[in-house]
C-alpha cells in the first residue's frame, strides 16, 4: 500500500474552523517574499 504525504504547501496554508463564518490560518516564514514579508496580498 502506498502511503499518502501532505506537501508543505497544503499543509502551510490550510484553514480551519474557528467558530461560525470564522476561519484560522497559521503563517509560516517558509511562504515569506524575499524581503522577509508574507507573500500574499491577503495578507
Do not use: C, K, Y
Not at 13 to 24: F, K, M, P
Amino acid at each position: 500500500m502506498q502511503q499518502i504525504t501532505e506537501h508543505l504547501f497544503g499543509r502551510d496554508t490550510r484553514l480551519v474552523s474557528a467558530g461560525a463564518d470564522i476561519h484560522a490560518a497559521r503563517l509560516t516564514e517558509r511562504w515569506n517574499t524575499a524581503g522577509g514579508n508574507p507573500n500574499g496580498r491577503a495578507v
